[in-house]
């Protein structure tokens, strides 16, 4: 078992509320895990007990092979959603204060002044004044500054643009394929298709676990493609489906084909199916 | 049929919007995708009159008929959700009875009813969007814009985001949504991709991605030239492949970050 991170039947409660009901996750070196799962599904939950940031109820958690502690948590770099920045300190002066708090002495780390010099080619301004997308890179560098085995990341790209979001995920898979086990919390497609394994959580379990494809398991939905779509769409939201729009045709979730034609009532449409997405299939394991 | 044409508009020395043209269809849902700082929020604010472009024309409807979500915040912690709803609908000019008899239509559309009494501050990020989504939609209006309706709203709650979003559009009104996931973008009618206040592509996206040029193929080792990563293996982007490359049909992801590669490599 070398696995960086291993949990095993991990669980939580808080008086009568289940928030973890007992989790199993391996993250191993050079590996991309991504933990996906609805608002209240226990994902922050489970991770602060895996980290020993939080004592779990019962069940266990190793970080790098031994019960977590201070420091065993001084490996990991962690990168919050909220990036963890002080807004009213420069770059450098961020990455100073971080390298303090980790017990990184400045003249002694060559490795650590050598990703320094990539804080020297921030803009010497205050973070508040950066662009979001330098504010995220810079807060991953700073994660990275004292040599981390393990990177936890929340929504790494969350809120920048396709070709930042495209440049952050070459960093973190140039730090994967290092050896650098990575478990990142994420909510979107972008995010998920760039893990090597994904855990959907659902209820504080996990409900499914594997590649995009082993998630998905074949799970379709109704596709309606109909002259009168707005018709289509009233009689199928008329009848209690769960229905959206894809440009101009419609998709039926959690219903069967006849169900469909049965709400249709009669309307010319072709219906069709189609895989569910990654957020389609959240849903339907949510229900 | 709204939208705006040629418009610019300058922060001081900084260009927010750069000669952007763009038409949102009544009857559909348009998409306007982009990091921070790429443009979306001024382009919604222009729409909704309340940034003057220095250049181009702007088409859109003013008063009851326009309904905006704007990014951050759009309802009042301190009113609950019926509260935020009928107070919306009265400075609409709604009549009390319309007012509730509205709020009560549209609490039961997002599926709001068990929180119908919770403080705007008491509500999860996932309900509290919904509300504003809502809100937006009070006075039945012509054009409906939203500022990122999705951004940090789980994936559950973002499918009935979606519902929601659809039915205004099934029932008439020209919606156009903000986003930073090129995954919605794909499911709208039509999109616009900007950054840095320049449209990178627009048009039907399944129309953007038939009609890229050149050639996209998957590498499991990145190369010189373009390429950026998808899970373990690399997407690459040249006029024409070279020999042996694996190609590959490009999606909307592929053929956007395809974009923005050659426009950073033609400004730089």
């Known amino acids: 078992m070398n696995a960086l991170l291993s949990t095993r039947s991990l669980r939580k409660s808080y008086g009568d509320l289940d928030a973890v009901r007992g989790v199993d996750l391996d993250v191993e070196a050079g590996e991309i895990v991504g933990l996906l799962g609805a608002n209240g599904a226990g994902k922050t939950t489970f991770m602060r007990c895996a980290l020993g940031i939080l004592a779990p109820s019962g069940g266990t958690s190793l970080l790098f092979g031994r019960p977590p502690s201070r420091l065993g948590r001084a490996r990991i770099g962690y990168v919050p959603q909220g990036r963890g920045l002080y807004p009213d300190l420069t770059p450098r002066e961020n990455a100073q204060f971080s390298a303090a708090a980790y017990g990184i002495r400045t003249g002694a780390t060559a490795s650590a002044s050598e990703r320094a010099l990539s804080v020297d080619s921030y803009p010497r301004r205050l973070v508040r004044e950066l662009p979001l997308g330098l504010q995220r890179r810079l807060a991953f560098d700073i994660a990275l500054a004292h040599g981390p085995l393990l990177l936890v990341l929340d929504e790494p790209t969350s809120g920048v643009g396709p070709l930042e979001s495209a440049e952050l995920w070459e960093v973190i898979g140039r730090q994967a394929a290092a050896g650098i086990g990575v478990l990142v919390t994420t909510h979107t497609m972008n995010e998920a298709v760039q893990c090597d394994r994904l855990a959907v959580m659902v209820d504080g379990l996990i409900a499914a676990e594997g590649t995009e494809a082993d998630i998905i398991a074949g799970a379709t939905v109704v596709t309606v493609e109909a002259a009168d779509w707005q018709a289509a769409f009233d009689r199928l939201v008329q009848a209690g489906l769960l229905v959206s729009l894809a440009g101009r045709g419609v998709r039926v979730l959690g219903a069967a084909p006849e169900q469909v034609l049965t709400a249709l009532d009669g309307l010319p449409a072709a219906i069709g199916t189609a895989p569910v997405t990654l957020d389609e299939r959240m849903a339907l394991l949510a229900q | ?268």
């Open chain 2, 1 to 268: 049929m709204f939208g705006v044409r040629n418009v610019s508009v300058h922060f001081g020395e900084v260009p927010a919007l750069d000669d952007v043209s763009f038409d949102v269809a009544p009857g559909t849902v348009s998409t306007v995708v982009g990091g921070d700082g790429a443009g979306k929020t001024t382009l919604l604010r222009v729409l909704a009159g309340r940034v003057v472009p220095e250049r181009g024309t702007v088409s859109a409807p003013i008063g009851r008929d326009l309904g905006m979500l704007p990014a951050s915040a759009g309802s009042w912690a301190n009113l609950t959700v019926r509260q935020n709803l009928e107070f919306v609908a009265s400075v609409f000019g709604l009549s009390r009875s319309q007012a509730v008899a509205r709020s009560s239509e549209l609490i039961e559309l997002a599926g709001l009813q068990t929180a119908h009494d919770r403080l705007g501050s008491a509500l999860s990020g996932g309900m509290r969007r919904k509300l504003g989504v809502i809100m937006a939609l009070v006075g039945h209006p012509q054009l409906v814009l939203l500022d990122e309706p999705s951004t940090g709203v789980d994936p559950v709650s973002r499918v009935e985001l979606w519902r929601l979003i659809s039915r205004a559009a099934a029932e008439g009104a020209a919606v156009l949504t903000t986003t930073t996931y090129l995954d919605e973008a794909e499911r709208a009618t039509r999109f616009l991709a900007l950054e840095a206040g320049r449209t990178l592509l627009s048009g039907d996206p399944a129309e953007a991605v038939r009609s890229a040029p050149g050639t996209f193929w998957v590498a499991t080792h990145r190369g010189p030239g373009q390429a950026w990563r998808v899970g373990r293996s690399w997407h690459c982007w040249a006029a024409t492949a070279p020999p042996g490359a694996e190609v590959i049909a490009a999606d909307l992801h592929d053929v956007v970050v395809a974009a923005a590669l050659r426009a950073k490599q033609d400004a730089a």
